[in-house]
């Protein structure tokens, strides 16, 4: 029986530690399209869960303009283009 509990109680805290970085992360993109800026406390949480508030934004129509260009030259076909920046980001 005890197990039970603690497994309920391990599932309610992983629920409850998702829904407090949704809402953090939240804030965190709302104050950054409002100032442009991340401040010293968001930057480190955003650092421990490897996300910024841009990471939430469409792509730029000119970055999507060098992914297509990109595809032309190397004739590889990506699935999207945040498959194209991850392999960008690798090299």
């Known amino acids: 029986m ?3 509990s603690i497994k309920k109680l391990n599932l309610n805290q992983e629920v409850l530690a998702k829904a407090v970085i ?3 992360k939240q804030d965190i993109s709302q104050r950054y399209k409002q100032i442009g ?21 469409p792509p730029k ?3 999507i303009e060098l992914l297509k260009k990109a595809l032309k030259e190397t004739g590889k076909v990506y699935s999207s283009t945040e498959e ?5 980001d690798s090299k």
Not at 37 to 57: A, G, L, M, R, S
Not at 84 to 88: I, Q
């Open 2 to 4: 005890e197990s039970i």
């Open 22 to 24: 949704k809402l953090m």
């Open 37 to 57: 800026e991340v401040t010293d406390e968001d930057w480190e949480f955003c650092e421990q869960i490897d996300w910024h508030p841009v990471d939430e934004f």
């Open 61 to 63: 129509p000119e970055h």
């Open 84 to 88: 194209f920046f991850r392999e960008l």
